[in-house]
């Protein structure tokens, strides 16, 4: 009898009750190198650090005798319904996370009915991935300085049901992982590349020199400074090549890095909006103005610029500026059912994870991204319940107050 009971407390020490145990149980799981991959951020990781504890320094102002006893959690992204306003952020090479990569992330977001984004550094192509599952899916995009590398992109996600492109916009080159210089990251034997970015359509000449270029990509290339990932992006793309974007493709495109309503320095009008050197500066409103059909609050999870802001401060002034035209969303720090809420609260109109999902994918496969996505969903469910709030339309501004 003892020797169940033993089992038993064993299993109960075990039960993952936080998204954040995910992240212990994933450091254990990975070798140092790929786990300080997923978790670093640039520099000293301020921002890294600043999208959590901003979340934390936000406090809940609940409404008591409301009738919570139907929490509706459904919400609407670009005509796409998803079970809870929480979607699966770009990340790149998930085969270094386990070896069903993209593949058991894709299932577990069509389980969990949500919207998963393929990130362009993906460790499987467009079509396996849609192949694998019927989730909702959106390509996300780096643009480089072989356009034709996008274009092919693109016109083979559109061809393979993708519903929308995220342009990443907050990477014209990479930023400077500390961590990833000290392990001299790299990725696995070229052998084991075999379809990586998705672009095994060009000959074999072309998949060595590309899966060289993204090995190299993470290569310390002994400087530091000017690793060889920064000759291979289009550094020069800028507000004008969107409507090169536009061209070569039907589908709606959101733009991914957006931190302010506009930078002060520039007026904003219809004049300035292909004018340098400010048009690099990320604006809602000139966003808008593009034409996005969706808004990004994003600063990479603090892997590109540290010192930017976190996300969830600068949400509202975002909002702000879009107003209801387009969707908002944000990512960066999101660990709760409470942060999803408080996201919510100011503005947001779902979140995105990126950490948390590798995380329970390095964890645990295809059943612990599941996981991770239902502890969240069934924190804000709770946190719904709790704070009075039956829809998601119910959350609001009022229900916070300042930290
Ligand atoms: C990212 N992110 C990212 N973004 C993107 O547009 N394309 C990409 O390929 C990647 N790759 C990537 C790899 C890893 C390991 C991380 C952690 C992040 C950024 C990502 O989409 C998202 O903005 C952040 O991850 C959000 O922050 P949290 O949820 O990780 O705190």
């Known amino acids: 009898p003892e020797g169940e ?23 254990q799981a990975l070798p140092k190198m790929y786990y300080d991959f997923y978790a670093g951020g640039a520099e000293d990781e301020h921002t890294l650090k600043k ?8 406090i809940l102002q609940p409404r008591v005798l409301v009738d919570v006893s139907n929490i509706a959690m459904s ?22 996370a386990h070896p069903e990569g993209e593949l058991a992330t894709a299932r577990a977001a069509a389980e ?15 079509e396996e991935v849609a192949a694998s599952c019927d989730a909702v899916r959106f390509f996300q995009l780096y643009v480089l300085k ?17 519903k929308a492109i995220v342009l990443t916009a907050d990477r014209p080159r990479r930023g ?27 000959s074999v000449s072309e998949i060595l020199k590309w899966a060289l270029s993204l090995y190299e990509l993470l290569q310390d290339k002994g400087s ?7 000759e291979i992006f289009d550094s020069s793309f800028c507000w004008r090549d969107i409507a090169w974007l536009k061209s070569i493709t039907n589908l709606p495109i959101l733009i991914k890095g957006i931190l302010t309503r506009e930078d002060g320095k520039i007026k904003v009008s219809s004049d ?41 401060s600068v949400l509202e002034e975002v909002v702000q500026a879009v107003g209801r035209k387009v969707p908002v969303l944000l990512d960066g720090g999101v660990r709760r059912g409470t942060d999803v809420f408080k996201a919510l609260a100011l503005g947001a109109q779902a979140v995105l994870v990126g950490r948390p999902v590798i995380y329970g994918l390095a964890a645990k496969g295809e059943a612990g991204v599941r996981k991770v996505m239902h502890m969240l969903k069934d924190e804000l469910e709770l946190t719904m319940a709790l704070a009075g709030c039956p829809t998601l339309k119910d959350i609001s501004r009022s229900h916070e107050l300042d930290g």
């Open 224 to 230: 530091n400074t000017k690793p060889y990932t920064n």
């Open 146 to 162: 072989r356009r034709d590398i996008a274009v092919n992109l693109v016109q083979r996600a559109e061809k393979s049901g993708y």
């Open 75 to 96: 919400t609407n992204i670009l005509g796409y319904t998803i079970s809870a306003p929480i979607m699966i952020a770009p990340t790149a090479m998930h085969k270094l």
């Open 51 to 58: 999208n959590v504890q901003e979340f934390q320094r936000i």
């Open 5 to 27: 009971l033993a089992t038993a407390r064993a299993a109960a020490a075990y039960e993952i009750v936080s998204v954040n145990e995910f992240q212990v149980l994933a450091r």
């Open 272 to 312: 300035d909006v292909f004018v340098t050197p400010f048009s690099i500066v990320l604006l809602a409103t000139k966003a808008m103005e593009v034409g996005a059909a969706g808004i990004i609050v994003s600063n990479h999870g603090g892997r590109q610029l540290d010192y930017t802001p976190a996300t969830i």
């Open 112 to 126: 969990f009915d949500t919207i998963m984004i393929l990130s362009f550094s993906a460790s499987s192509s467009v």
């Open 176 to 202: 400077r992982k500390e961590a990833d210089i000290k392990n001299k990251m790299n990725l696995p034997q070229l052998k084991n590349l075999e379809g990586l970015m998705s672009i095994e359509v060009f």
